[in-house]
Each structure stands twice: as structure tokens, then as C-alpha cells.
């Protein structure tokens, strides 16, 4: 007798869904290129964190560092009624149950594995931006479903059970405002689709000002509607994988119950740290103005130097073309020792323009700056 499987893994009956390589994997030679510039490279090709932690995270994630119990899955009390604050303070979201709070292991991991969690699967649709982070793809072949791309005014098609909104935009910054918020919920709800929203970027409005799904100016029924936030960006929590989702509490109670067999629990001394990060609104401001100061720099730098910037009116990235393939753009920026990521890995309509993050230090956008400088003298 046999087993299912051999040397080269399991039969092909019982392969895994194929999954796209990893984006930023196909960058390597372009790191190296950039790396090998006199003044080092300047990585914008990634929205990570280069700011320090806040004292007072750091503080209470060290408070509760000696647990040796297991964590609670859906939180402390108090990290959920810190979210419901925090929404209401910041973003003028009210009306949301704290029992409706559900910690995430940061908001990737829920992206990732929602449509398997909702039960989405083979002969469904989940709908994504036309340019999009491209974890929504990857959590939709995870579970089998079909992808279809839309555009800002396409409505979800018939056989729709997911739709994923992302305002303000990774990567365009572009920002629904709740006119077209209202309308796609209203879509979603005609055809019985859940509406995701990737809200990670809320809190980083430029020139217009982001509305979340859950805001009463959209709709006061989160009936069939969930709303998904992360730490990352505003309290440059990335390495604590901090996230929540809220919204509906049917389908909160659902993905708890589900998340509690599949052990999907945010350790307790982050747990402290989110309700800490949660409480505090003035780290979140600080943090805002640093990133505002880095745009002011990096922007005018790039369009001196024959970009056009388009969009980019939230969020943390520009949206930027020289009339030419991506990759080409790439490769022109590595020479001078600037990394960032082609549009197409985001969907094929970004085939002429770059994402350019400002995620690096004061003095590295300085120096990308200088650098756009001497290529537009």
C-alpha cells in the first residue's frame, strides 16, 4: 500500500491553489542596484515603519509580559472598548457594540484568509479594486472564488459574495468619498455580498478627507459590513502585527468562533500595547506630521523631475508615472539609488506608473530628493 504522498509532495489531486510569486521578490536586482549607489539605497518600495515604537506602547506591552495563560481570542474588554473610542474620537464612527471588536494578528493575516472565513469558495466572486493590494487576490484563490477587478464606478457583478473597498487606496491613495461609498454598499447589499472595507490608511488624509464604511453619513445599518484597521501605519506598530475588525455583529461572532479553533489569537502583551495605542491620539498626530513633512519634500522632488503624481491625496504612498513601463521607471530610479514598487503588482492597469512609499527616515527622503534633484538639473 501507498500513501497520498512521495517524495515530490501531495498527489496532484490535493495541491494547494496556485498562488502568484511574492511581488517584491522579483526586485532583487534592482536592490542590488540601488544598494550599490555611493550614498546608499533609499527603499521606498515597501510601507514599513522606520519610526520608533511610542514609549508608552513599548511601556505596556512590557506590563503583562509575564502571562502564562493563553491570550483571549476576542480581546480584552478593555482593548475592545479602547477600539470603540478610538473610532469614534478619530473617525466619528459611532454606534459600534464592543462585543462587534475582534482583534487580528495585524490586518494582512484577515485580508488573507476572510473569504475562507465567511465561506466563500468555488463559483463565488470576490470583487477587488481595479489596483489593489494584491492579498485580496490572494486570500480569494485561497478559497477557491473568482476574482473580478472594478473599476471606481463598476458595480459588483452577479455571483459577487465578497466586495473589498480600500479608501484611502493602496497603492493610488485615491479616496471614495461616501457618495460612492453609499453606492457600493447599496450594491453589495442587492446582490446578499459582504462588503470588507481595508480602512488602514483613515487616519492619513492629505487633500481630501477619508470617510469610513461605518460612518453615519454612509449608513447607520452595519448589516453585511465589516471594517478592517491596522496599527502599522499610525502608531508603527508593524512588528507587533496589531489589527482589528469591527462593523457588523453577526459576522464578527461568526469570524470569533471560527478564529478560536483555528487559534488565531493576538498574544496578551500586544494586546496591551493596541489598548494603550488605542487610548492615546497624540502619538497618532505626531506620526501623521512626520509623514506629511516627508510628502512635502518628496513630491515636489518627483515632479520637478518629470513625474506626474496622480491621485495620492490620502494615504501613504504617491502614485507616480513618466509616460513609460513601470519597469522601466524602476530601473531608472534604482540607478540612482531609489527602490520602488512597479503598478503592476497591483493589477494591469498599473502598467505605466510606480508606488513610491514615504516610509523612510527624514534624512533618506532628503536624500532621494537630492538625488530627483541632480536628474532634473
Not at 496532484?12 to 517584491?24: E, V, Y
Not at 503588482?345 to 536624500?367: C, K, M, N, W
Request: with cysteine.
Amino acid at each position: 500500500m501507498t500513501s497520498g504522498t512521495g517524495p515530490a509532495g501531495p498527489s496532484a489531486g490535493h495541491r494547494g491553489p496556485s498562488l502568484p510569486d511574492f511581488p517584491w521578490d522579483s526586485l532583487a536586482g534592482q536592490k542590488a542596484r540601488a544598494q550599490a549607489h555611493p550614498d546608499g539605497i533609499v527603499n521606498l518600495s515597501v510601507g514599513t515603519p522606520v519610526d520608533p515604537v511610542p514609549a508608552r506602547l513599548r511601556e505596556a506591552l512590557a506590563s503583562v509580559a509575564d502571562r502564562p495563560g493563553y491570550p483571549a481570542t476576542h480581546g480584552t474588554p478593555e482593548l475592545r472598548a479602547a477600539a470603540v473610542g478610538s473610532l469614534e474620537r478619530r473617525f466619528g464612527i459611532r454606534g459600534v457594540d464592543p462585543e462587534a471588536v475582534l482583534p487580528t494578528i495585524g490586518s494582512k493575516e484577515l485580508v488573507a484568509w476572510l473569504p475562507m472565513l465567511l465561506g466563500v469558495g468555488e463559483g463565488d466572486v470576490v470583487a477587488i479594486p481595479e489596483l489593489a493590494y494584491p492579498t485580496y487576490e490572494v486570500g480569494a484563490k485561497l478559497a477557491g472564488a473568482t476574482v473580478v477587478r472594478l473599476g471606481p464606478d463598476d458595480p459588483p457583478p452577479p455571483g459577487t459574495a465578497l466586495l473589498w473597498l480600500n479608501s484611502p487606496s493602496n497603492p493610488t491613495g485615491r479616496v471614495l468619498d461616501a457618495d460612492r461609498l453609499r453606492a457600493s454598499v447599496r450594491a453589495a447589499r442587492e446582490l446578499g455580498a459582504v462588503v470588507a472595507s481595508d480602512e488602514c490608511y483613515l487616519s492619513l488624509g492629505w487633500d481630501a478627507e477619508p470617510v469610513s464604511v461605518l460612518h453615519p453619513s454612509v449608513t447607520e445599518d452595519f448589516t453585511g459590513l465589516l471594517a478592517v484597521h491596522s496599527l502599522s501605519k499610525s502608531s508603527n506598530l508593524a512588528g507587533y502585527r496589531a489589527g482589528f475588525v469591527t462593523g457588523d455583529p453577526a459576522l464578527v461572532k461568526r469570524l470569533l468562533e471560527l478564529r478560536k479553533h483555528a487559534g488565531m489569537i493576538v498574544p496578551r502583551p500586544v494586546q496591551e500595547a493596541v489598548t494603550a495605542a488605542l487610548d492615546d491620539d497624540e502619538h497618532v498626530r505626531v506620526q501623521r506630521e512626520l509623514y506629511a513633512a516627508r510628502r512635502a519634500v518628496l513630491r515636489p522632488a518627483l515632479e520637478a523631475a518629470g513625474f506626474t503624481v496622480e491621485h495620492s491625496e490620502a494615504g501613504l504612498y504617491l502614485w507616480a508615472t513618466r509616460g513609460e513601463p513601470a519597469l522601466e521607471t524602476v530601473d531608472w530610479l534604482a540607478e540612482r539609488g531609489i527602490l520602488v514598487a512597479p503598478g503592476t503588482f497591483y493589477g494591469p492597469s498599473g502598467q505605466r506608473h510606480v508606488r513610491i512609499a514615504l516610509t523612510e527616515s527624514d534624512e533618506r527622503i532628503d536624500a532621494a530628493a537630492k538625488r530627483l534633484g541632480s536628474a532634473a538639473a
